[in-house]
């Protein structure tokens, strides 16, 4: 089954939990107000202000995936100092399918969501990130990065440095990830490192991970397939040009069961339609079609997010986007879904 892509936990705690955590509490809360007047957290400032949450969701809970979320709009100096305002920390109990989301806009935390669905395979222990395993944070590792050279800011899509912490359950290392692009930006690259030593790790070992975090970039909260049609674009030269939406309102009604099949989406209801290039966050979503698949198909795709009132108040659960664009048979199609 597939799982929530981030998952925070946070779980009730006892009286004894509560003495043995305060003085850690205070320590990360202290650290929290120092960089609460610059918005800007590393990823282990942004760990340590999501946990006391999570464990007031569960006391069992642990860190499964902590990772930036790329909504920044585009600007010199995104992540340069190791650093970013916007994060997804996620956490679960070890060998059940709890999973529980912690969200943060601008240094503050601003969702907590408890995403534990029924029928999802539970995460097993090897799948967490010990507190005490991180040792190194996302500026030093940085600096670390740069200086190895071939590594630089993103500018569209995945901007800036962006950083990823989780386990690498082949190799049984907490890693963390730093992010970026080739010189001409036609490729994402990414720089790991053993979050305990410090110890870099070869490329070759990190491509299955670095695949997972181009999903993780945005608010997403499951792990699905971005190109719906086997991970392919749509033909170019298959398609019609759409300059309106003519008809899609009616064609969704046969899009959106196919598209959520797997899912309960009874009930659900079409909050905007617009054209991809004036979409909400045109810097995120223009961009990430632009990326996937090219200037000429996202010119001619139209952007649809749709609420599923079910999953509410979750935000991220509760509204999924997709792009549709039409063949030269006048049907229309969704070939990216982004939740």
């Given at each position: ?7 925070v936990?946070?779980?009730?705690v ?11 509490s ?7 107000l ?6 800007e957290l ?10 006391p949450s ?6 069992n ?14 600007g010199?100096?995104i ?20 999973y529980?989301?912690?969200t943060?806009?601008?240094g ?5 969501n ?6 999802t ?11 005490a395993d991180?040792?190194y ?5 940085l ?8 590594i ?10 962006n ?15 730093v992010i ?11 720089v ?9 790790i070869?490329p070759?070992?990190?491509l ?12 997403t909260?499951?792990?699905?397939p971005?190109?719906?049609s ?24 046969t899009?959106i ?6 899912q ?7 909050e ?5 290039s004036e ?15 090219g ?9 649809v997010?749709?609420l599923?009132?079910?999953?509410l ?5 509760s ?5 549709v ?10 070939w990216?879904?982004?939740?």
């Open positions: 089954m597939k799982k929530v892509v981030f998952v936990l946070i779980l009730l006892s009286v004894g939990t509560i003495e043995k955590l305060s003085a850690r205070l320590q990360a809360a202290e650290k929290t120092e960089v609460s007047k610059h918005q590393s990823i282990k400032q942004a760990i340590e202000l999501a946990y999570a464990l007031k969701w569960n006391e809970a642990q860190l499964l995936v902590a990772i930036n979320i790329d909504i920044d709009k585009p010199k100096g992540g340069a100092n190791g650093k970013r305002k916007n994060w997804n920390i996620s956490f679960g109990v070890p060998d059940t399918n709890k529980f989301l912690v943060i806009h601008d503050k935390i601003d969702g907590l408890d995403l534990t669905t029924e029928g395979s539970p995460y097993p222990k090897k799948e967490f990130v010990g507190a991180i040792k944070d996302s500026p030093e590792l600096k670390k990065a740069l200086e190895m050279g071939s630089y800011p993103g500018k569209d899509w995945a901007k800036g440095y950083f990823m912490l989780r386990k690498d359950t082949v190799t049984n290392i907490s890693l963390m990830l970026g692009w080739n010189s001409n930006q036609t490729e994402m690259k990414a790991g490192f053993n979050v305990t030593t410090g110890e870099y070869p070759k070992n990190l299955g991970i670095l695949m997972y975090s181009q999903i993780a970039f945005a608010e909260d499951e792990g699905v971005f190109l719906i086997n991970g392919k674009c749509p033909d170019l030269q298959n398609l019609e040009p759409v300059s309106s939406d003519k008809g899609l309102l009616n064609a969704l009604n899009i069961p196919e598209v959520y099949k797997n309960n989406y009874k009930g659900w209801k079409v905007t339609i617009a054209h991809l979409s909400p966050h045109p810097d995120a979503y223009y961009a990430m079609a632009k990326n996937y698949c200037e000429e198909i996202a010119n001619n795709s139209w952007f997010e749709v599923f009132p079910q999953y108040p979750a935000y991220d659960a509204h999924r986007q997709i792009f664009t039409k063949n030269k048979q006048g049907q229309w199609f969704a990216f879904r982004f939740h």
